[in-house]
């Protein structure tokens, strides 16, 4: 399974992770399957489904998702009771995002993908951050002194370093830096 950058399937796959997480989707539950990946969720506050795709193997010469992905999406919402859809690979054809547009299905490229308050992707970031605390060391630390992950000026944790790492870029402003905190954090969680 997966593309021929193994990087960019893991970039795909948390630019779908990063949505739900944001956007406050539920019960998130990942299915490999032969072109992909597909998460459904529940939007929150609503009994809607969501169907994210990641499509990393399109199967086609150039490596873009056409109209017969679209059209495979559109089939797997349907089957899986899904109200909304979106669909994320690295490229697609004209073709495909006229569909898409068409169908109301939103797209996802490894040139575009929607903008996130800062705010929101931080605070996203602090619950993946404090996730994962609590399945390495079994609690989430109250404050700094909690946290053995950074001792005598060094860090000894990886996700004490990334979240030390968001709280400067969120200062900042910096949510490109913010992005790549939340991409760091997914990778952490998935490796496990």
């Known amino acids: 399974m997966g593309g021929e950058d193994p990087r960019m399937d893991s970039l795909l796959e ?3 992770e990063m949505i739900m997480a944001i956007r406050g989707y539920e019960n ?9 990946v597909d998460f459904t969720a529940t939007e929150p506050n609503s009994k ?3 169907l994210l795709r990641v499509i990393t193997n399109p199967r086609s010469r150039a490596g873009v998702v056409g109209v017969d992905g679209v059209k495979e999406m559109i089939n797997a919402m349907k089957h899986r009771d899904c109200d909304k859809g979106i669909l994320i690979s690295r490229r697609f054809s004209q073709a495909a995002k006229k569909e898409t547009r068409q169908q109301g299905i939103q797209i996802v ?3 575009f993908e929607p903008k996130f308050e800062p705010i929101r992707l931080y ?10 605390c609590k399945t390495k060391c079994g609690l989430v630390p ?5 946290c053995k992950g950074f001792s005598d000026g060094h860090y000894t944790c990886r996700i004490r370093l990334i979240s030390d790492n968001a709280s400067f870029h969120f200062q900042r402003g910096w949510t490109n830096l ?10 952490l969680k998935n490796s496990k």
């Open 28 to 36: 998130g539950e990942r299915q490999t399957w032969g072109k992909g």
């Open 142 to 146: 109250k404050k700094a002194s909690d």
């Open 48 to 50: 809607g489904n969501v």
């Open 109 to 111: 490229s490894e040139t």
């Open 14 to 16: 948390s630019k779908a």
């Open 123 to 132: 605070s996203a970031i602090l619950d993946y951050a404090d996730d994962l």
């Open 178 to 187: 913010l992005t790549g905190d939340f991409r760091q954090l997914t990778q």
